[in-house]
Nanobody, 122 residues
Framework: QVQLVESGGGLVQAGGSLRLSCAAS????????MAWLRQAPGKQRELVAS???????NYVDSVKDRFTISRDNAKNTVTLQMNSLKPEDTAVYYC????????????????WGQGTQVTVSS
């Protein structure tokens, strides 16, 4: 069974920084991509940033130049460094592992973390 465990959320003032981490545990052969999504109250969940196994990254426009996603393939971890935080970044942030295979021949599945709250005060 694959589990994703997130850490690093909290309360920060506008302009501050937070670092979110997510570790995938269990029997894992490969993970195609890892991502962070967020959901603010009353809004749809949106993709914040993603990174493939080869290091290709993608960001939603609102966080470009402020957030950085990185990944350690050997440890199956993904990190989101968030700088210059704004009140509109307040949301529950979810880690997502896409295309997880527990064996090279396994069917790929997606997994989600439990979410971590990020609150940015003005």
């Amino acid at each position: 069974q694959v589990q994703l465990v997130e850490s690093g959320g909290g309360l920060v003032q506008a302009g501050g920084s937070l670092r979110l981490s997510c570790a995938a545990s269990g029997t894992i052969f490969s993970i195609d991509a890892m991502a962070w999504l967020r959901q603010a109250p009353g809004k749809q969940r949106e993709l914040v940033a993603s990174i493939t196994s080869t290091g290709t990254t993608n960001y939603v426009d609102s966080v470009k130049d402020r957030f950085t996603i990185s990944r350690d393939n050997a440890k199956n971890t993904v990190t989101l460094q968030m700088n210059s935080l704004k009140p509109e970044d307040t949301a529950v942030y979810y880690c997502n592992a896409v295309g997880v295979r527990i064996r090279y021949y396994s069917t790929a599945r997606d997994y989600w973390g439990q979410g971590t709250q990020v609150t940015v005060s003005s």
